[in-house]
C-alpha cells in the first residue's frame, strides 16, 4: 500500500460484524432471514399439524393463538422482507454499476437494528409467551384488558426496532439508485430488478412512517397507560385498524414487487428475449405502488365504514388488478417464441405466473365488498394471501437465489436438486392452500385452533397438511443443496447463465470488494447483451484505472443496534434505567461517527490489475 | 415519470449555481417579513380571531414554499425527484387524512 495511513482490516467473525460491504451484508441478510424463514415454517408446521384432525390436542388455544401470530409476524418482518434485502444488497449496486450503497455505515447499521429487533421478537417465546393477538394485532384483543402478559408488548418493541432497519435499508436504496448510477445508466435503462427495488424502497419510505406511528400509539396504550384505542376514556380502537392498514396494504406491495422484479429478469434470460414492454413494466410498477397506497380499507369491509366507502375502496382495490394484469401478459409475451430453457431459476419463474394469477383472481373477489362479508375472516383469505406471498413472492425469492447464487457465492448450485425441491415446493403449495379455498366457502373460521368433526372439513384438513409437509420438504431440499454446492469448488464463470444480460453478468462471481475496477459505460438497456451482440466480450470502461475510494469497516452499527435492543427491552419491563443506558450507548455511537471524520480509504491500481479483474 | 429523471442523479451532485447572494438576502428579509406579519396579527389583539387564523395559514404556506425553494434548493434545476417525493409524501398523508375523516367516519 502506498498510502500514509494504513487500514486495519479484520477477519473471522469481526470481519462480518463490521462489514460494510454491501455484498456481504447481502449475505448477512440472507443468513438471518433464512434463519427466521425456518422458525416461522417449523411454526407453520406446527399448526397445520394442529389442525391434521378434528378436536386434536398437540397444542394448547394459547399456544396455537401464539403460533399463528409469530407464524404472520416473522414470516413477513423478518423472513421475506430480509430475503428481499438480501436479493436487493447483492444485486442492485451490480446492476447500476456502482461500487456500494450510498451509505455502506448505514446499510450495517439498517441490518443490525433489524437483527436485534427480530431477536427481541423472538425471545419473547422463552420470556413469558408470545405476542397472541395475530400478527395485525387489532385492538382491543391487544390491549391491555385482554392481553395481559408482555407477548404484545415483544410485537409492539420488537418491530418498531425492526423496522427502524427496514426503514433505514429503504431510504438508503432510494438513495443509491438515484446518485450510483453508472454513466449512461438512465432510469429507463435500469434493469427491471432495480426499478421495483427502488419503488420497493420508495413505498417502505412512504408506508412505514404509519406502522412506526400505530406502535407507538399501541405501546403507549400498554405500557405507559394511555387511551388511544380505550373506548372507555374516548379511544378508539377501529383506529388501530386504520394506521395498521395504511401501513399494511402498502406492505404487501413492499413484498410482491421485488419478486416482479426478479421475474421480468429471469424470463428474459432464460427465454434468451429482451422483456416485452420494458416501459409499460415500469409503469405498471409505479402505477401499483400509487394506487397501494389508497385501497387500504378494503381489508374493514365488514367494520361497518358504511356503503360509500365500501364502494370506493372495492373500485380502486378492483384498479390494480389492470396494472398487474399487464405485467402479467408482459411475462407470456416474453417467454412467447423465446428459446426456453427451464433452469431451476425458470422453473420457479413459470410456476410463480399461473400461481400468483389465482391469488390475484381471488384478491378481485375479495375486494367485491358484499361478496367479502362472506370470505372476511375464513380460510379464503388465508388461501388469497398465501397465494400472492407464497405462490407470488416466495417462489420469486426462490428463482432469485437460484438465479443469482452463483453471483453472491461463485456456486452454480445443483440443477437436479434445484428442480427435484422446486416439485417439491410448488405441489406441496398447491396441496396445501388450493384447498382452504374451499373449506373457507364451507364456512371454516380463520385462526381458530381446532374443529369438530363431521362439517366436510376433516378431509380438506388432512390434505391441507400433508401438502405442507411437502413443502417443508422442499425447503430442506433446498437447504441440502446449498450444503452440497458449497463443499464444491467456487468455480463459477463471471456469467454462468451464458446469457446475462446485465451488468452483474459482465463482471467475476462472486465480485471483487470494489465491483467494478473501471466504472462500465452504459449504451442501452440490458447494458451486458447490448455489448455482447456488439461483439465485445466486456463492458467498455467509463473510467481510467485508478485508485478505488472504499468506506471503512465499522463496529458502530453493531453496537447501536445493542444498545437500541437493550433500551427496548428495558422499556416493556419499565426499567427506565437500563432504557437510560441503552440509549446512552446508542448515542455516543452516534456522537463518535459524528464527530470523528473517517475517509475511508484506497485500493490501488496496482492491486486491481494483479488480480486480473477487467471492468 | 421517466423523461424529466433522466440524468438526474449526476445533476443532484454537480449542480450548485455560483449566483450571488441577492436573492438569498431577499429571501431572507421576505421570511422575516412573513414571520414579523404573523405575530403582529397576534400581538395586535383587536383582529378578527378567524381572520388571524386564515391569516396565520397563509404565512405560514408561503414561509414553506420561501424555505423550501430558496434554502432547499427545490427551485433549482436538478431537484425534480426531491419535490416528487415531497408531492407523494403530502399525497399519501393528505389521502389518509381526508379518507378518514369524509369516507369512513362520514
Not at chain 1, 53 to 76: R, Y
Not at chain 1, 461 to 486: E, H, K, Q
Amino acid at each position: 500500500m502506498a498510502h500514509a495511513h494504513s487500514v486495519k482490516r479484520h477477519t473471522g467473525l469481526m470481519d462480518w460484524l463490521t462489514t460494510v460491504d454491501h455484498k456481504k451484508i447481502g449475505i448477512l441478510y440472507l443468513i438471518a432471514g433464512a434463519l427466521f424463514f425456518g422458525i416461522g415454517g417449523i411454526e407453520a408446521l406446527m399448526i397445520r399439524w394442529q389442525l391434521i384432525k378434528p378436536m386434536n390436542d398437540f397444542v394448547s388455544a394459547q399456544t396455537f393463538n401464539e403460533l399463528i401470530t409469530m407464524h404472520g409476524t416473522t414470516m413477513i418482518f423478518l423472513g421475506v422482507m430480509p430475503l428481499i434485502f438480501a436479493l436487493m444488497n447483492a444485486v442492485v449496486p451490480l446492476q447500476i454499476g456502482a461500487r456500494d450503497v450510498a451509505f455502506p455505515f448505514l446499510n450495517s447499521l439498517g441490518f443490525w437494528t433489524f437483527l436485534f429487533g427480530g431477536i427481541l421478537l423472538n425471545i419473547s417465546w422463552m420470556m413469558g409467551g408470545a405476542p397472541d393477538a395475530g400478527w395485525t394485532a387489532y385492538t382491543p384483543l391487544s390491549t391491555t384488558a385482554y392481553s395481559g402478559t408482555h407477548g404484545v408488548d415483544f410485537y409492539t418493541v420488537g418491530l418498531q426496532i425492526a423496522g427502524l432497519g427496514t426503514l433505514i435499508g429503504g431510504i438508503n436504496f432510494l438513495a443509491t439508485v438515484i446518485t450510483m448510477r453508472a454513466p449512461g445508466m438512465t432510469f429507463m435503462r435500469m434493469p427491471m430488478f432495480t426499478w421495483t427495488a427502488f419503488i420497493t424502497s420508495a413505498i417502505i419510505l412512504f408506508a412505514f412512517p404509519a406502522i412506526t406511528v400505530g406502535l407507538v400509539l399501541l405501546s403507549f396504550d400498554r405500557i405507559l397507560g394511555a387511551n388511544f384505542f380505550e373506548v372507555s376514556n374516548g379511544g378508539n380502537p377501529v383506529l388501530w385498524q386504520h394506521i395498521f392498514w395504511i401501513f399494511g396494504h402498502p406492505e404487501v406491495y413492499i413484498l410482491i414487487l421485488p419478486a416482479f422484479g426478479v421475474i421480468s429478469d429471469v424470463i428474459p434470460t432464460f427465454a434468451r428475449k429482451r422483456l416485452f414492454g420494458y416501459s409499460s413494466m415500469v409503469f405498471a410498477t409505479i402505477l401499483i405502488a400509487f394506487l397501494g397506497f389508497m385501497v387500504w380499507a378494503h381489508h374493514m369491509f365488514t367494520t361497518g365504514m358504511g356503503p360509500v366507502a365500501n364502494a370506493l375502496f372495492s373500485i380502486s382495490t378492483m384498479l390494480i388488478a389492470v396494472p398487474t394484469g399487464i405485467k402479467i401478459f408482459n411475462w407470456l409475451f416474453t417467454l412467447w417464441g423465446g428459446q426456453i430453457r427451464f433452469t431451476s431459476a425458470n422453473l420457479y419463474a413459470s410456476g410463480f405466473i399461473p400461481t400468483f394469477v389465482m391469488g390475484g383472481v381471488t384478491g378481485v373477489m375479495l375486494a367485491s365488498a358484499p361478496a367479502d362479508y362472506q370470505f372476511h375472516d375464513t380460510y379464503f383469505v388465508v388461501a388469497h394471501f398465501h397465494y400472492v406471498i407464497v405462490g407470488g413472492l416466495v417462489l420469486g425469492l426462490f428463482s432469485g437465489l437460484h438465479y443469482w447464487w452463483p453471483k453472491m457465492f461463485g456456486r452454480v448450485l445443483d440443477e437436479k436438486l434445484g428442480k427435484i425441491g422446486f416439485w417439491f415446493f410448488i405441489i406441496g403449495f398447491h396441496l396445501t392452500f388450493f384447498v382452504q379455498h374451499f373449506l373457507g366457502l364451507m364456512g371454516m373460521q380463520r385462526r381458530i385452533f381446532t374443529y369438530l368433526p363431521g362439517q366436510g372439513f376433516d378431509t380438506l384438513n388432512l390434505v391441507s397438511t400433508v401438502g405442507a409437509l411437502m413443502m417443508g420438504v422442499g425447503v430442506l431440499v433446498f437447504l441440502l443443496n446449498v450444503v452440497v454446492t458449497t463443499r464444491r469448488p467456487a468455480d463459477a464463470p463471471n456469467d454462468p447463465w451464458e446469457d446475462g444480460r446485465t451488468l452483474e453478468w459482465s463482471i467475476p462471481s462472486p465480485p471483487p470488494e470494489y465491483n467494478f475496477k473501471q466504472t462500465p459505460l452504459v449504451r442501452g438497456l440490458d447494458a451486458y447483451w447490448k455489448e455482447k451482440m456488439a461483439g465485445h466480450t466486456e463492458m467498455t470502461p467509463a473510467e481510467p484505472v485508478g485508485p478505488i475510494h472504499m468506506p471503512s469497516a465499522s463496529i458502530l452499527p453493531f453496537v447501536m443496534s445493542v444498545g437500541i435492543f437493550v433500551a427496548g427491552l428495558g422499556f416493556m419491563y419499565h426499567q427506565y434505567l437500563v432504557v437510560g443506558l441503552g440509549l446512552i450507548v446508542t448515542f455516543v455511537c452516534m456522537a463518535i461517527r459524528s464527530l470523528y471524520d473517517d475517509h475511508g480509504w484506497h485500493i490501488d491500481p496496482e492491486e486491481t490489475t494483479e488480480k486480473g479483474v477487467k471492468a | 415519470m421517466s423523461e424529466h429523471n433522466t440524468n438526474q442523479g449526476s445533476a443532484v451532485r454537480h449542480r450548485h449555481r455560483t449566483e450571488g447572494p441577492q436573492k438569498h438576502v431577499i429571501a431572507f428579509i421576505f421570511s422575516i417579513v412573513l414571520t414579523l406579519i404573523a405575530f403582529a396579527a397576534v400581538a395586535a389583539g383587536g383582529v378578527n380571531a378567524s381572520f388571524t387564523i386564515i391569516l396565520l395559514v397563509v404565512m405560514a404556506v408561503l414561509q414553506v414554499l420561501v424555505q423550501l425553494g430558496y434554502w432547499m434548493h427545490l427551485k433549482d434545476k436538478g431537484h425534480m425527484i426531491p419535490i416528487l417525493f415531497m408531492a407523494f409524501g403530502f399525497f399519501v398523508a393528505g389521502t389518509a387524512v381526508i379518507t378518514a375523516l369524509y369516507w369512513v367516519w362520514w
